[in-house]
């Protein structure tokens, strides 16, 4: 059964202080945990000052004692990866979902922030201290770190893996050479970085087309991504992947189709291994997730829209693709394995548009929610994470309820709800509460510059402020965090590497040597 603690309204937060206010939970204590202390057993009521902030701390106790640790194999695992989600993305998230159902935003969870099993993971690189998505998800595949720009190939190779040098196997190839089905979904194009660790090994995240590669690259043996991802359906693990739901047709088909090859037609080639293909959203709709059927699904040339530019009667929600993968793999009695990427949270921070990446993160959001509600986490594995940071920041002071993609306003002086002006910076005008170290427009220097209002600072295409001048804002080097929930989601704990992810992978399904010691120490 998986617990959650209750979730305290706006109404709740902001009750008198002179009030009794009791804990509400639904958790179902007949169930708890015998070891657990006895005061835990009952919900308590407390009133007078801060009643309702020691109902709070109570109750998000009472979710911990309960929490179950679940020891089981995993039949599934699903990997969520929030490109670029850095903890100043998750926060600023849950703020502007929170106000968005009318609530002050600060007291709000996102439904991952509720499993209670995370972790710091430390992003770094083989060779750089902040590093690029393929080096990062090339970790979480592979269990190795490599290079910056490199997928799923050992650090410091070039030309090696195209010519039979060993590559590190990826959890994809893992599953498929164990009879599981396997799938990614992803808002990004399903040639970048993230999703392309999944099924490919090149030392260059670039090539994603055969026009992408250079001459000496070809003659040495090598083959682009898109090509590999169709190669997985002849290729030497299983039969190949079962579901792939993105953007990025033109690296799969031919310039007179409007695409970028110069050699052949990757979409042909895969209903000709006896696949389906679709396109649009009446094709996605056309669907039988019954079909056993292996689904190629390219709905943009390039990578899928923004959240708040998608059109729903031509594009799917990355949660309704997230469903469909779902449901057409759970077909295998044996399992799956899922990689889901929000992929556009990365590049609306990389344009310093904050609106976009934060409405991006909600979309991801809600596929991860999707995911939860239709598998049993008794033999599912659920993992949230980031690849990396981005330099994007929370500050100034702000009231409690401040708009989060609003002008700094702060408190009111004499400790009343009443409205302030918005809070002036050095240069006497106005600034937001969210912001970038590098990448954005600089702040305007003068006494002509115009102050910013919430007129154009609200305006989703309106782009946040920046100290230092980049063609490009960058990402980040510290942490970020893992959630997990399901069988052996307490391994992650504490501070990690981003590579030991796999290894917890492998360990929940039962094929790793650690796997292997726990179960002699059971027996």
């Given amino acids: 059964m998986f617990f959650r603690a209750a979730l305290f309204s706006a109404s709740a937060l902001s009750l008198c202080a002179c009030q009794n206010v009791t804990v509400q939970s639904d958790i179902d204590w007949s169930g708890r945990n015998d ?43 699903i990997v969520f990866v929030g490109d670029g989600m850095s903890l100043s993305t998750i926060v600023a998230s849950r703020i502007l979902d929170g106000q968005n159902q009318g609530m002050s935003g600060e007291e709000n969870y996102l439904p991952f922030e509720r499993w209670g099993h995370s972790a710091l993971i430390k992003t770094y690189s083989e060779n750089a201290q902040v ?8 970790a979480i595949h592979t269990g190795v770190k490599t290079h910056s720009g490199a997928i799923s190939v050992y650090a410091r190779d070039t030309i090696e893996p195209c010519q039979g040098g ?4 990826t959890l994809v190839e893992m599953a498929e ?8 979904v992803s ?8 999703p392309a660790t999944t099924y490919a090994h090149v030392t260059n995240r670039g090539w994603e087309t055969d026009t992408a590669l250079p001459e000496d690259v070809v003659e040495a043996g090598c083959t682009d991504i898109a ?11 299983g039969d190949g992947l079962d579901v792939a739901l993105g953007g990025g047709r033109a690296a799969f088909q031919m310039q007179a189709q409007g695409g970028q090859r110069a050699d052949r037609d990757l979409t042909a080639e895969w209903t000709d291994l006896g696949g389906v293909y679709v396109e649009d959203r009446a094709g996605f709709d056309a669907l039988d997730a019954g079909d056993d059927a292996p689904v190629l699904g390219l709905f943009t040339r390039s990578h899928l829209s923004y959240e708040l530019d998608r059109d729903p009667a031509v594009e799917p929600s990355l949660a309704e693709l997230t469903e469909f993968a779902i449901e057409r793999l759970s077909n295998n009695d044996d399992g799956f394995y899922l990689l889901v990427e929000g992929g556009r949270i990365d590049h ?8 976009r990446a934060l409405n991006d993160a909600l979309a991801f959001s809600q596929a991860i929610d999707r995911a939860q509600q239709m598998v049993d986490l008794d033999e599912t594995l659920i993992l949230v994470t980031a690849d990396h940071g981005h330099v994007f920041t929370i500050s100034g002071y702000p009231r409690r309820g401040n708009p989060i993609l609003g002008l700094v306003r702060p408190p009111a002086p004499n400790l009343t709800d009443a409205e302030t002006p918005p809070m002036p910076a050095g240069d006497g005008r106005p600034y937001t509460t969210l912001g970038y170290q590098n990448g954005g427009p600089l702040r305007p220097r003068g006494d002509d510059a115009e102050p910013l209002t919430d007129e154009i600072v609200m305006d989703p295409n309106y782009r946040q402020e920046a100290a230092i001048p980049m063609g490009s804002e960058t990402h980040s080097g510290e942490d970020v965090i893992a959630y ?4 052996w989601a307490h391994l992650i704990d504490g501070s990690m590497e981003q590579n030991t992810l796999h290894h917890v992978i492998t360990h929940a399904y039962g094929w790793s040597a650690t796997a292997a010691i726990a179960e002699a120490d059971e027996d």
Avoid: C, K, M
Avoid at 131 to 138: E, G
Avoid at 187 to 194: D, M, P, V
Avoid at 227 to 237: E, V
Avoid at 484 to 487: D, F, I, L, N, Y
């Fill in 348 to 355: 609306a921070h990389h344009g310093a548009n904050a609106a």
């Fill in 227 to 237: 090509a590999q991802l169709i190669g997985t359906r002849s290729g030497a693990y």
């Fill in 187 to 194: 808002s990004a194009r399903l040639t970048h970085a993230t």
């Fill in 35 to 77: 070891d657990a202390p006895e005061a835990a057993a009952a919900p308590a009521a407390f009133e007078g000052p801060g009643a309702e902030w020691r109902s709070l701390a109570q109750s998000e106790i009472l979710d911990r004692l309960a929490r179950p640790e679940r020891e089981g194999r995993a039949r599934n695992v």
């Fill in 484 to 487: 997990a929930v399901g069988p």
């Fill in 131 to 138: 590093p690029d998505s393929a080096a990062t998800a090339s």
């Fill in 177 to 184: 050479e164990r009879g599981l089905s396997t799938g990614i």
């Fill in 166 to 169: 060993p590559v590190p196997q």
